[in-house]
């Protein structure tokens, strides 16, 4: 890496960029992640030290620039290749990172997690991935009809993905308070399917980042394990809980064992592994964490952005600080992430209209309702109305037609069997054209 101090502003440059190689028919995604950290709603401190996860480049994620303001004071690339900058906050002074990324989708069997080989560490018991005697019990009850790691591991993702609840934000955090209260969110999801690996002798570990498509920006949790015929893959299991949920928008097949070895490529990667270490100074005076600014993790009272757990930072998905002087309310923040996409053909902007459509459905649905209800409200309008209906009901066509065509280009090209591949096609189609008859219905009605 080569730091290049310019106008004040610090740019971590990548010395060489990764080279990655796309799919037939898998389509890079280019953006710009733009972070903004503002502690001072909640800190009444003299500055605060600041820990900062940078995205780094690996065989699916390249980096092109990193710009963080104010300057760090140094940067760090830890055992598990997490980059990381560390920087003084003073009064007022927020912090801001830029970075032009490009992504692409993991696909089971054909990509490479070029990341740091697994270690003792992703066998050990950790922050928020305790090996407990009920976790170790259930990992061995869940594996003793399977021998080959890739099945036990499946195993394991499956009994994640069907047996637990998704609830955000979680009332604990931690592998065994969710065995224990049997839902949780995206990070508990990953927090019990890794310690369960790890039970089972199968190396994982936590990935905290991003999900980052052009209409939808969402902080997110998933995990990595290890097999030895495909090095570190990932396992979304709280995707897999509900896929259909972000299937449009994400890309992806709406199918629950697709998270299995593969990721779209709106998956940004922050950092790697739990109970990493604190590389700031140690706040002069350490307060007691008031217990409404606390939350349980494995078990016990923990104060987040107000102290360590067992002296490691649990985990570092937005910039983690040391707060002596606490004030207001920790739920306001003060981060916010933004997604700038780079968009550079027309097709790449007729798929980004159609990630709009797809996230909001019911806008063409409200329309047309509502002028309905106006043309039986008042039914000797004319002109205007009708100019109102022919709109709503065509653009509700058009809206049918685009996700038609993006739902055959995304699942014509997806990694799954041919078989369960066009089955979701199949699906989409009918459903896709059924709503396309319901508008065309509505519309000669209407008329």
């Not at 990193?66 to 598990?80: G, I, M, R, S, Y």
Request: overall charge negative; glycine content about 6%; charged content about 20%.
């Amino acid at each position: 890496m080569i730091d290049v101090e310019r106008k004040g502003v610090n740019r971590l440059v990548e010395g060489a960029e990764t080279e990655m190689e796309a799919e037939a028919g898998e389509q890079a995604y280019s953006f710009t992640y733009a972070l903004t950290f503002d502690p001072w709603r909640i800190s009444a401190d003299e500055a605060l030290e600041t820990m900062v996860p940078l995205p780094s480049s690996d065989a699916r994620q390249q980096v092109h620039r990193v710009e963080v303001v104010p300057k760090p004071q140094a940067f760090h690339t830890d055992e598990l290749g997490n980059h990381i900058a560390v920087l003084t906050l003073k009064p007022g002074e927020k912090l801001t990172v830029h970075a032009d990324v490009t992504l692409r989708p993991y696909t089971f069997g054909k990509s490479v997690i070029q990341a740091a080989p697994a270690s003792a560490r992703d066998l050990s018991a950790e922050v928020m991935v305790p090996l407990t005697d009920d976790i170790r019990a259930l990992a061995t009850s869940l594996t003793k009809a399977v021998h080959k790691d890739e099945a036990k591991a499946f195993e394991l993702f499956k009994y994640v993905r069907d047996e637990l609840f998704y609830e955000y934000p979680p009332q604990a955090r931690g592998a065994q308070e969710t065995l224990e209260r049997g839902k949780g969110d995206c990070g508990e999801f990953s927090a019990l399917y890794i310690a369960l690996c790890r039970a089972a002798d199968i190396p994982a570990r936590m990935v905290m980042g991003w999900l980052v498509a052009p209409w939808y920006v969402g902080a997110h949790a998933w995990a990595e394990t290890y097999l030895e015929a495909h090095g570190w893959i990932p396992v979304d299991a709280s995707m897999a809980n509900n896929p259909r949920q972000f299937a449009d928008i994400l890309r992806t097949p709406a199918t629950k064992d697709f998270y299995f070895g593969n990721l779209s490529r709106y998956h940004l990667t922050l950092s790697r592994g739990t109970g990493l270490a604190w590389l700031g100074e140690m706040p002069a005076v350490v307060p007691e964490v008031a217990a409404k600014d606390t939350f349980i993790v494995d078990g016990k009272p923990f104060g987040f952005w107000q102290e360590l757990y067992d002296g490691k930072v649990p985990y570092l998905q937005l910039p983690y600080v040391l707060i002596s002087k606490p004030k207001g309310n920790f739920e306001e923040d003060g981060a916010k992430v933004t997604v700038e996409p780079k968009l550079k053909t027309p097709l790449e902007r007729l798929n980004f209209i159609a990630d709009y459509l797809a996230f909001q459905p019911l806008l063409e649905l409200v329309a047309i309702m509502v002028a309905i209800v106006v043309r039986i409200l008042f039914p000797t309008s004319a002109g205007w109305l009708t100019a109102l209906l022919f709109v709503a009901a065509f653009l509700y066509l058009a809206w049918c037609a685009v996700k038609v065509y993006a739902d055959v280009r995304s699942l014509a090209s997806s990694s799954e069997s041919g078989r369960v591949r066009w089955q979701g096609l199949s699906g989409k189609l009918v459903n896709w054209l059924f709503l396309g008859f319901f508008g065309y219905r509505m519309l000669s009605v209407m008329w």
